[in-house]
Structures are given as C-alpha cells and as structure tokens.
T-cell receptor, first 114, second 113 residues
Framework: AQSVTQPDIHITVSEGASLELRCNYS??????LFWYVQSPGQGLQLLLK??????LVQGIKGFEAEFKRSQSSFNLRKPSVHWSDAAEYFC????????????FGTGTRLLVSP | DAGVTQSPTHLIKTRGQHVTLRCSPI?????VSWYQQVLGQGPQFIFQ???????GRGNFPDRFSARQFPNYSSELNVNALLLGDSALYLC????????????FGSGTQLSVL
C-alpha cells in the first residue's frame, strides 16, 4: 500500500532563511507526487506536482521540489521564506488512479519567526 | 470563476444522527472527490465520482455514502454519526482531460457531540 512520511511535525524558520521540508513515500511504481499547502480554515492549494521527466520541479510562490527515486524522497525547498509562508504543508502520493486518489502525509506545520 | 464551494461551512450534530454535506465543483469539472481530515492529520480519501459514477472508494464504513448529480454537484452522507466522525470534510474537483490536479474547497467542519 502507498504511504507518505513527513518526519517533521513542526519547523520554525527565520524570515529570509531557506527552507526544506522532508517527504518520503512508499509506492511500487513510478509515483505521482504532490505538495499542497493549507492555511488555517482553508482548503488545500497545490504548490507543485511531479509525474515524470525533470526531477527538479518548480511550483508557485517560489517553491521547488526534487524527486529522488533512490531515496524515495520528494523534499520541498524555498530559498527565502516570507512570513506569509506560515501554514501547514502536506506531501501526497497519487495511488492507483494517478492524481484522483491521493494518500497524504500527516503534514508539517511551518512557523516563521521575525 | 468560482472555485469549489461547500456547504455548510460548519455543522454540529449529535451521535446517531445523519448528516448531508454538499459540494459544487468548478464549472466544467466532471470529477468530484471527498476527503476527511481529522485534526492533526492529513486528508484521507473517501470517494471519487466521475460522470455520476463511483470511481473509487477509500477505507470507510458503509455509513458513508455519496452521489453525484447531473450538474456534477455532489453530496456526502454519513449515517449513525460517531464522535470519531468529527473532522473537516473536503471536496475536490478536477477535469482529468485538461489538468491533472485537484482543486479543493474550504471544507465543512463537522463536530459530533
């Protein structure tokens, strides 16, 4: 069965510092991988996705993620964090039907300090 | 264009009651998916409907059911509510032939007392 692990429950980053959020997945075939962001009281917004091709994926809001098959990882990065980036971040893998049925990790809450 | 809209935004029920949650997809989207997000957890897949047919079901009891209407809106029904059903219920729509991604609504917060 597919699964996603986000080992960091909370991360605090100073504004302007770089960010890396970790994600490890378990899936037998080539995965469909996603990063979503959720602000309080809001639904999920897609930051970026990986289906195939270039393993470095660019997303919205200056985020990028790198797919590493050998490590079963899909870590999210941003070179300079803004206070508005404070939110919950979820990594997800598409199971079976690709992108319709997603298996999510438990999320990482990002706190941004001044 | 309006995004995915869900109603109601908040709901309080008591154990044993029945609840119906509603979702209107983005115009032109024919697929609707439902997810349950318990506090402190990631969303968990419940159902997917496409063109009014069930295309996928997650590991949820038969108390959970859903349907999709000719205008592609959808309802999620939960019978015999349990305390553990308290969660944020998210609806997502998509257009598989145009863009391979889900667009989520803001959800319905269900509290079961």
């Amino acid at each position: 069965a597919q699964s996603v692990t986000q080992p960091d429950i909370h991360i605090t980053v100073s504004e302007g510092a770089s960010l890396e959020l970790r994600c490890n997945y378990s899936y037998g075939a080539t995965p469909y991988l996603f990063w979503y962001v959720q602000s309080p009281g809001q639904g999920l917004q897609l930051l970026l996705k990986y289906f195939s091709g270039d393993t470095l994926v660019q997303g919205i809001k200056g985020f990028e993620a790198e797919f590493k098959r050998s490590q079963s990882s899909f870590n999210l990065r941003k070179p300079s964090v803004h206070w508005s980036d404070a939110a919950e971040y979820f990594c997800a893998v598409g199971a079976g039907t690709g992108f319709q049925k997603l298996v999510f990790g438990t999320g990482t809450r990002l706190l941004v300090s001044p | 264009d309006a995004g995915v809209t869900q109603s109601p935004t908040h709901l309080i029920k008591t154990r044993g009651q029945h609840v119906t949650l509603r979702c209107s997809p983005i115009s032109g989207h024919k697929s609707v998916s439902w997810y349950q997000q318990v506090l402190g957890q990631g969303p968990q897949f419940i159902f997917q409907y496409y063109e009014k047919e069930e295309r996928g079901r997650g590991n949820f009891p038969d108390r959970f059911s859903a349907r999709q209407f000719p205008n592609y809106s959808s309802e999620l029904n939960v019978n015999a509510l349990l305390l553990g059903d308290s969660a944020l219920y998210l609806c997502a729509s998509s257009s598989p032939d145009r863009d391979e991604k889900l667009f989520f609504g803001s959800g319905t917060q269900l509290s079961v007392l």
